[in-house]
């Protein structure tokens, strides 16, 4: 009997056991507010959104959390409140992964890899920023699949206050840009050296042409640029490092200059009909009239 209830407490505490991480995995609810939102990202771990959220001042987590949502749901920051130096919606200070969750209306960007944060974004579309809709703020962002959209600019490479690192970028995905004049931007105040990664099986890559950073499709075709960036910045492409400056351009040779030939032709004196060659003639109808008009005298006197 006693072994018998041992056999079965140990099968119950195996099957507790087993429950363990099923009961983890659904203990999250769907968040559905602002504040229900800012509390889970204080404990970090796994979130879920129910529905569209209205964000109303910046958020900051410094737990590796991960916001996923199974219907597209967005962060909503238009007219949010802009409170000190950050106006993203999210800024990551750690391990931040957006899966399928869209970012919209932000004061500044729509996330930020702060330091030593780490951004991937995963099915993500960022719309409407009054700034950029990514920075990199010193810190690392993994694209997988991201839409930006109608922002005042794309993706920053900055360094702000206090920041140490060197921003970086890993393009292992898709990356395309609507409505916005710049995919990438690099704040030169503040940077001098930053870098990309491009995975090998990423459909889109990144590359610096002529002081551009160029979003390149399978095939090679460019997609969409950066603006022309300053000079003697150090960018690292996929390990290998190049420093940006001004393409020369090469100054045309001017044409040879060649004298005409000018040619001297020297012409012939026009010959003149009452002179020269017309003399001799002349003195001989001279002759013949004086002795015509000696004959005529002859005659006379006879």
């Known amino acids: 009997m006693r072994k018998f209830l041992v056999g079965l407490a140990s099968t119950m505490l195996l099957a507790v056991v087993a429950l363990v991480p099923a009961l983890k995995v659904n203990a999250a609810e769907p968040v559905t507010t602002e504040e229900e939102l800012i509390a889970a990202i204080a404990n970090g771990g796994d979130i879920v959104l129910g529905n569209d959220i209205q964000i109303t001042k910046p958020i900051e987590l410094f737990k590796d959390t991960e916001i996923s949502s199974l219907e ?26 957006l899966d399928n969750v869209n970012l919209k209306g932000a004061a500044k960007y729509g996330v930020q890899a702060y330091e030593n944060g780490n951004v991937t974004l995963n099915g993500v579309t960022i719309s409407n920023c009054e700034w950029g809709a990514v920075l990199v703020n010193g810190g690392q962002v993994i694209i997988n699949d991201l839409v930006m959209d ?59 042409e002529d002081n551009k950073m160029l979003v390149k499709d399978a095939s090679g075709k460019t997609v969409v640029e950066s603006k022309v960036l300053a000079n003697d910045l150090v960018v690292s492409i996929d ?25 001297t032709t020297t012409q012939a004196p026009e010959k003149n009909p009452n002179t020269s060659d017309s003399l001799p003639l002349y003195l001989i109808g001279m002759l013949a009239g004086t002795l015509g008009l000696g004959l005529c005298v002859k005659k006379l006197a006879k």
């Open 72 to 97: 597209g749901y967005t962060l909503d920051g238009t007219g949010m409140e802009l409170s000190g130096k950050n106006g993203s919606i999210l800024a990551a200070h750690a391990n931040l992964t």
């Open 150 to 208: 109608s922002n005042a600019w794309g993706i920053e490479f900055a360094k702000g206050e206090n920041v140490t690192g060197d921003p970086a970028l890993v393009m292992d995905g898709t990356l395309s840009v609507k409505n916005q004049p710049d995919a990438i931007t690099v704040d030169e105040t503040q940077v001098d050296k930053f870098s990309v990664k491009n995975e090998e099986a990423s459909t889109n890559k990144i590359v610096l």
């Open 239 to 263: 390990g290998v490092e190049a420093v940006t400056k001004e393409p020369e351009v090469e100054t045309p040779e001017e044409p040879e200059v060649t004298e005409p030939t000018v040619t």
